[in-house]
């Protein structure tokens, strides 16, 4: 039948690993089927119980999308390795994270992000905030996320199996909303404890099959071919000579990781602190995450990346798409059973994040939209069952947006410019008393407007807008929500006690001003710092293996890998 070609291009063995690999998914669900039957607790951040090596690993599989290797494979090719310090530079957001946020979030024992607003502040203004802030994050925000995330399997999967992979796609999203609604956060994080390694794995094999390629023809040929490259795509900073790169690298470093929705973790990031055991759990995932999400995952995918750069040369005239390359080196390159698991590996990267994507998704919309506002006084039975159905609604959503999305790269960005003003407050509201809930409403909505001015005016070619045009939006939205929230009261003092006594934060608060925990400031300002210098480290050596300096990649990795211990070292309950 003309809708199952896509299986024309796979043999037995091929189909028989992507069927397994569909049917454990599956049977992980239905195991776990009774972990988050009781309540949304349980349903949404797992009765508080998970260890750090899980919930960390967790993190890591939900951040490893299919949608991932694409974009950062099209920017080593174009412009360049520094290209990704757009998302390097949120290190500096996981590593306050780390010890800071993660300890508060814990503390908090909230089932969403959006539950500490009404913790923090007080008052109509606080629900507006929260109503607000729930229904764009989940009907727009996550809404984008989860399309773009669809949008990349259709792309991937069309070009590996050679024809319209779209009844692939409803199979496959099918089997992680089967195991996402039946079990909850609980089946999710099992699954995604798999899919990791899967992945992982799917990575080392797809370098070893290009690097042994009759092109290439083995790793000492190799160092050599990634040699002979332009050396302005093998820097890990561009030249200050090149003035424009060099100013979109400042930004993504100095401006972009503390501007962003998720300066103080991020929604997906926050429910999996939120279902730590312990806060050392949350802090000891949370740097397991960071060592897997910027170094080891990323080590796989910088060779990929310049194998790319040899096999398909950027001024190849027969390629117009660089989010296609990813694909085209499994499709070429990839012989048979292998490219079963290959396969497997996209699929477990895609599941493990839209599953964590229409979860979240789902909490908002039941937690902070449903249950708040709408229908307060049932059961907790009764709550469980409407998140099933909000997950499948919101799925549905997300599949027919995900159809429209073309570049995956331009949506990041795009998603990142519509709430860069948010950031300052997220992180202030954590150690300044004085912060209230209009302070984030006016940020929020300056960000919204001034991208969607810029958008449609690089749209219809008024203006073109590059991306440090764009920066604008962030000193504007923070001088509207500083401006806003000197021009309104403070929150009710009741209130803020309410949170200083319940989560302990550091900074700047009207309690007990002899002890304002500013002396417990410095430390761990410091250990962010050290973390941060330390994974830079590491990812400079990872550079430095795939360019072939193997002197620089020790010297690195030893340095790195120090820092690191003493840190881990240092970390107490």
């Not at 306050?96 to 007080?122: G, H, P």
């Not at 477990?348 to 839209?354: C, D, G, K, R, V």
């Not at 948010?422 to 209009?438: D, H, P, Q, T, V």
């Not at 300002?525 to 400079?540: E, F, K, N, P, R």
Request: glycine share 6%.
């Amino acid at each position: 039948m003309s809708y199952l070609q896509f299986l024309s291009n796979l043999t037995l063995i091929d189909i028989s690993i992507i069927v397994s690999y569909l049917l454990v998914s599956i049977f992980v669900g239905l195991y776990f089927r009774n972990k988050g039957k009781d309540d949304i607790n349980s349903y949404f951040v797992s009765q508080r119980n998970l260890p750090w090596w899980l919930l960390g690993t967790s993190m890591v599989a939900t951040t490893l999308s299919i949608d991932t290797p694409i974009v950062i494979i099209s920017w080593i090719r174009d412009p360049g390795i520094w290209k990704n310090w757009f998302w390097w530079s949120f290190l500096f957001t996981h590593c306050l994270v780390i010890f800071f946020f993660s300890r508060y979030w814990r503390r908090a024992e909230v089932i969403t992000d959006n539950q500490i607003i009404e913790m923090r502040y007080s008052g109509k203004p606080a629900e507006y905030l929260r109503l607000f802030k729930a229904s764009y994050f989940s009907l727009f925000f996550n809404l984008i996320i989860s399309a773009w995330i669809i949008s990349a399997f259709l792309k991937i999967f069309n070009v590996v199996l050679g024809y319209d992979s779209t009844i692939f796609l409803i199979i496959t999203t099918s089997v992680a909303l089967l195991y996402t609604a039946s079990s909850g956060l609980k089946g999710i994080v099992v699954n995604d404890f798999i899919q990791y390694f899967i992945a992982f794995a799917g990575s080392f094999i797809l370098v070893f099959f290009l690097i042994n390629s009759d092109e290439i023809g083995g790793i000492s040929n190799y160092f050599s071919l990634v040699n002979s490259l332009p050396a302005e795509k093998l820097k890990m900073i561009p030249s200050i000579y090149n003035h424009d790169d060099f100013m979109i690298f400042i930004s993504y470093a100095a401006v972009v990781w503390w501007s962003s929705h998720n300066a103080d973790g991020g929604g997906y990031i926050i429910q999996r602190l939120c279902s730590a055991k312990t806060e050392k759990d949350g802090v000891l995932g949370s740097i397991w995450f960071v060592l897997n999400h910027y170094v080891l995952r990323f080590a796989p995918w910088i060779i990929i990346g310049l194998c790319a750069l040899i096999l398909y040369p950027t001024e190849s005239s027969q390629l117009v798409d660089n989010e296609e390359i990813y694909p085209l080196l499994i499709k070429d390159y990839i012989g048979v059973g292998f490219k079963g698991f290959l396969i497997v590996t996209l699929l477990a990267a895609y599941m493990s994040t839209i599953s964590t994507q229409i979860n979240w998704g789902s909490s908002y919309l039941v937690n902070d939209l449903y249950k708040r506002f709408i229908c307060k006084d049932e059961t907790e039975l009764h709550y469980v069952f409407v998140s099933k159905v909000f997950t499948v609604l919101f799925l549905i959503a997300a599949l027919f947006l995900g159809l429209r999305i073309k570049n995956i790269g331009s949506a990041w960005i795009f998603l990142w410019s519509v709430s860069s003003g948010l950031g300052f407050f997220l992180i202030a509201r954590w150690f300044w008393w004085r912060i209230n809930s209009w302070s984030e409403i006016s940020a929020l909505i300056s960000s919204i407007v001034l991208s969607l001015i810029f958008y449609l005016l690089d749209f219809y070619g008024t203006i073109e807008i590059s991306f440090t045009f764009k920066l604008l939006i962030i000193p504007i939205s923070i001088v509207v929500g500083l401006l806003t929230t000197f021009f309104t009261s403070p929150e009710d003092p009741s209130t803020l006690k309410y949170f200083y006594e319940k989560i302990r934060p550091n900074g700047f608060w009207k309690f007990n001003h002899a002890q304002t925990n500013k002396d417990s400031f410095f430390s761990p300002i410091l250990s962010s710092l050290m973390l941060a210098s330390s994974i830079l480290i590491l990812i400079y050596a990872v550079i430095q293996l795939a360019t072939g300096n193997l002197f620089g990649f020790t010297v690195a990795c030893c340095l790195g890998g120090i820092i690191l211990f003493y840190i881990v070292k240092g970390i107490k309950d």
